[in-house]
């Protein structure tokens, strides 16, 4: 989180960098803060605008003193192509930033990071995980981590390491890509974990963190994991905007570096497990 702090425009704000000639990188002068956007994906984003990425999203249009505006498409395959890309002739394109990509993503101009994060072992307190609170202690249960089902879903962090420890047998397989257009990854979670379908999972950290926020009735205990030769568990995130628009990219930059405290807040009251490059947690 240091460099972003240092992405600071000593001479020009954000307002000023806003208002630049359009020559400046081919775009008109920006009227709205246009966000490509899921319309049904919890945490992150939804319609009604209660994921963190529609309230990070509002902090920034408000910070330049512009109307919010979405482009609305889910987030599956060809996502970038059909908005941030999107453009009909003699139409302007349809959105011009989306709020959350990996820090190095191809498809796009993408910013520093904003935040990392990890994915995470859920269980509910009570139950037969009690005590674990790290993935070493899960592998420590040795002949009982047989019982255990741990629901993961396909081709993830999860998946990979319940191989690598050769545990595949306890893990329990869940579709990554759904059709359904109301599907919420956090399900695994609230309603197969707290059902006692499975005894744990392993998502993603900001879906695991909310998914916790959620529930009543148990308590779940949400346990960051950290990355291991051979299992990446954390990631960073970024921001991500048209190749060739280098003023707004200077613009999104500036509008994280000077907003990263207001940012980080609304991460946690999400819940979202914050981890620092080490993968150690953020407090």
């Given at each position: 989180?240091?460099s972003?702090?240092?992405?600071?425009?000593?001479a020009f704000?954000?307002?000023?960098l806003?208002?630049?000639s359009?020559?400046?990188?081919?775009a008109?002068?920006?009227?709205?803060?246009?966000?490509?956007?899921?319309?049904?994906?919890?945490?992150?984003?939804?319609q009604?605008?209660?994921?963190?990425?529609?309230?990070i999203?509002e902090?920034?249009?408000?910070?330049?003193?512009?109307?919010?505006?979405?482009y609305?498409?889910?987030?599956?395959?060809?996502f970038?192509?059909n908005?941030?890309?999107?453009?009909l002739?003699?139409e302007?394109?349809?959105?011009d930033?989306?709020?959350?990509v990996p820090?190095?993503?191809?498809q796009?101009?993408?910013?520093?990071?904003y935040f990392?994060?990890?994915?995470?072992?859920?269980y509910?307190?009570?139950?037969?995980l009690d005590?674990?609170?790290?993935?070493?202690?899960?592998?420590?249960?040795?002949?009982?981590?047989?019982?255990?089902?741990i629901?993961?879903?396909?081709?993830?962090?999860g998946?990979a390491?319940?191989a690598?420890?050769?545990?595949v047998d306890?893990?329990?397989?869940?579709?990554m890509?759904?059709?359904?257009?109301d599907f919420?990854?956090?399900?695994?979670?609230?309603?197969?974990l707290?059902?006692?379908?499975i005894?744990?999972a392993?998502?993603?950290?900001?879906?695991?963190?909310?998914?916790?926020?959620?529930?009543?009735?148990v308590?779940?205990?949400?346990?960051?994991?950290?990355?291991?030769?051979?299992?990446?568990?954390?990631?960073a995130?970024a921001?991500?905007?048209?190749f060739?628009?280098?003023?707004?990219?200077?613009?999104?930059e500036?509008l994280?570096?000077?907003?990263?405290?207001?940012?980080?807040?609304?991460?946690?009251?999400?819940r979202?497990p914050?981890?620092?490059?080490?993968?150690?947690?953020?407090?």
């Open positions: 989180m240091a972003l702090r240092r992405l600071g425009v000593a704000g954000t307002l000023a806003l208002s630049g359009a020559s400046a990188d081919e008109p002068v920006r009227k709205a803060f246009r966000v490509c956007s899921d319309p049904a994906n919890l945490p992150f984003s939804n009604a605008g209660e994921g963190f990425e529609n309230k999203a902090l920034l249009a408000g910070k330049v003193g512009l109307p919010l505006e979405y609305y498409f889910p987030q599956r395959l060809n970038v192509r908005t941030l890309r999107f453009k002739p003699d302007d394109y349809r959105c930033v989306i709020m959350g820090v190095g993503f191809e796009v101009a993408a910013t520093p990071a990392r994060s990890t994915y995470a072992l859920v509910v307190k009570g139950r037969k005590g674990v609170s790290s993935a070493a202690d899960l592998l420590a249960l040795g002949e009982k981590l047989k019982s255990v089902r629901g993961v879903y396909d081709r993830s962090p998946t390491w319940l690598q420890h050769g545990i306890s893990g329990v397989p869940y579709r890509m759904n059709a359904r257009p919420y990854p956090g399900e695994i979670v609230e309603k197969d707290v059902a006692g379908d005894d744990a392993i998502v993603w950290g900001p879906v695991a963190g909310y998914a916790a926020s959620r529930v009543t009735g308590e779940l205990v949400v346990i960051p994991l950290k990355s291991e030769p051979g299992v990446k568990f954390d990631f995130v921001m991500g905007v048209r060739g628009e280098p003023n707004w990219k200077r613009t999104i500036t994280i570096a000077e907003n990263q405290a207001q940012i980080l807040q609304i991460l946690r009251e999400y979202v914050l981890v620092d490059e080490n993968g150690n947690p953020v407090p």
